[in-house]
């Protein structure tokens, strides 16, 4: 086939126009023969690479068209970092658009090469021009004898195997077979045979994109369920004069397995370092704290050392690096906070006051976030000495990567200069591809979407303030569709900065609903320890909770909580569960909403072609449907209306659903009537039951 046209060549004048007396000169032609344009998946600025993660299912699409009436046809070509080349005929989008569409599983770990092949589709002209011409016994001969001629054409191809050269040339004597019956010959354009045109097309017209990459990541890059927890507050026990004993590795381990029980696999662990003193925080925030208060582990460094330290009242690397084996053991990955500042009392402050912003009056610069003051932190200046911040972070990630650490939450990273992002992921990716970066990037759309195109595998995201019907679905759809190329959403559900008023006023029926969504939604959740317990107060005009972890201690007994019913842990293992067995829940971009006659009834589904699923036939489809009241404070009756053509059902089908948090089963169609009690059932995860699933 064609390739594309050579880099522009000098100008070549044409004679002089005989009535303007100018010179023409030539241009290169850009378009091709058969134009092919707007490819994606793309970036918004093509100087990055679009990015999947393993076992993703990636919708490759094109614009492909020509002049006339004559048919096109595309043709994905993939080659996978390893060199083998796939090949996937494209399938037309929408009637009118000229889009072509093709979804493939992408496994192979690494840069994958891709391109789209537009091309004259000369059989399927053929087939659609015989089939008028023939029915109206206009020019009947002569399509049989134009159709045995492309045949003649295919047949005379080396590279087809022999055995279907064989047919083929029997198909072309079928078709110039005046004796046959004309039913006999006019079912010949409905051949079977046919197909082999589908991978191997006829084309003399055809033009090559340019040549476009994506990168695939490891799995966890896109799906994961992950647990915020702080291990100072695991085992940390209060004597009678006030003073504390710190929980420490060894005994946070005792938490992993309640963590896992609720099939977490992600564990995030909040700054592990040495806490400074100076201006250290108190109780919510203030700056009085007494002696006996932990401080901010966010407050970065002290005499015990800094950010490649861990706090002595956790214990020491060998104890780190044991909570690590037993987090693996358990299915576990950890994750460590990455937060580029520093207490006053850090070794950076004296031994590099240049990554310092030094005011005027000689003092140096705390943080602020207003109406937030954070004068226990000092944030970095990246401007007088970049290259040696980058030599130290890189020296800092790969200490903690050498402790078992393959992901990281980076705190704040829209604070800093994206330039140093890209540097930094770039250059740890460029030998550990498997090493993964959340931005905790509450920000502007511009910078939080830049900041996954330079490297960022995930991001957190506005989730935690999407709480309407409304609002869900433009974030949902917005997420799924139009940044899914390059930004994957970690929904977590809270924080220890934020507590919002639909948790602190919508009872456990809001914890429930939030949980629901964030599971389900998205391949990758998380939840901060206290969730599970419904904590809702907020300290007064914040929006985070009241007594807030980051400045003191806070052990929790869940197993109390558990066995008094106050606990959402037994449904978060559900979900959790649910996720794991329903590969439809793993996909990003497969979300599609459906309508309710009730404006705080959500309804969506996930759905995943039996083909993309190993171990399943291609019309074992998996279909999950999520029916949410976002209403906490009341009960719903509505009707659901599904689009089954969306979920490949038939119009007008009707279907057994299991709901796969009760058990209960019913029969549907595209209209249900469905109640939602937020005080006892405020949503619905149900699967669609296939042939012999029932």
Known sequence: MSQLPQPPQPAVPFPAHPRYGRHVTSRTVLAGRIPVTRLTPALPDPRWNPKAFAGEVVPFGATVFREGHDLVGAMLVL?????????????????????????????????????????????GTWVHDAELKIDAGVDVEL????????????????????????????????????????????????????????????????????????????????VGSWYEFFPRSEGARQFKNGSWKSGTFRTAQKRLDGVAAMGFDVVYLPPIHPIGVAFRKGPNNTLNPGPHDPGSPWAIGGAAGGHDTVHPDLGNL??????????????????????????????????????????PDGTIAYAENPPKKYQDIYPINFDDDFEGLVVEVTRIVRHWMKQGVRIFRVDNPHTKPLAFWERLIGDINATDPDVIFLAEAFTRPAMMQALAMVGFQQSYSYFTWRNTKQELEEFLTSVSQETADFMRPNLFVNTPDILTEYLQFGGPAAFTVRATIAATAAPTWGVYSGFELFESVARPGAEEAIDNEKYEY?????????????SLALYLGILNRIRAEHPALGQLRNIRFHASDDDAVLVYTKHLEGRFIDGRGDADHDTIIVV????????????????????????????????????DRWTWGANNYVRLDAFTQPAHILRVIRGTDA
């Not at 780190?320 to 580029?340: K, M, P, T």
């Not at 520093?342 to 031994?351: G, K």
């Not at 806070?554 to 106050?566: I, Q, T």
């Not at 404070?633 to 299991?658: K, N, Q, Y």
Request: charged share 30%; hydrophobic share 40%; proline share 5%.
């Open 79 to 123: 080659t996978s970092p390893s060199g083998v080349e796939q090949r996937h005929r494209m399938r037309a989008g929408a009637p009118g658009t000229d889009r072509w569409e093709a979804k493939v599983r992408l496994d192979d770990l690494g840069t994958w090469s891709w391109h789209v092949t537009g091309f004259g589709d000369e059989i």
């Open 554 to 566: 806070k052990p929790r007994d869940f197993a109390k909580a558990e066995a008094e019913g106050r």
């Open 628 to 663: 949410a009241n976002v209403d906490p404070h009341s009960v719903r009756e509505t009707t659901v209306h599904l689009d089954l053509e969306a979920i490949d059902l038939a119009p007008g089908a009707s279907f057994e659903v299991e709901d796969l948090v009760t058990g």
């Open 318 to 359: 060998a104890d780190f690096r044991a909570f690590v084996r037993r987090a693996a053991a358990l299915g576990i990955e950890i994750a460590l906070d990455l937060a580029l500042q520093a207490s006053p009392d850090h070794p950076w402050v004296t031994e590099h006051p240049e990554w310092f912003t030094t005011l």
């Open 143 to 222: 399509m049989y004898e134009i159709g045995a001629r492309l045949i003649d054409r295919a047949a005379a191809e080396a590279d087809r195997p022999a055995s279907v050269r064989k047919l083929l040339k029997a198909y072309a004597a079928a078709l110039r077979d005046t004796d046959a019956a004309a039913s006999d010959r006019r079912a010949l354009l409905e051949s079977p045979l046919l197909a082999e045109f589908d991978q191997r097309p006829l084309a003399r017209l055809a033009t090559d994109s340019e040549e476009h990459r994506i990168s695939v990541e490891r799995r966890r890059a896109g």
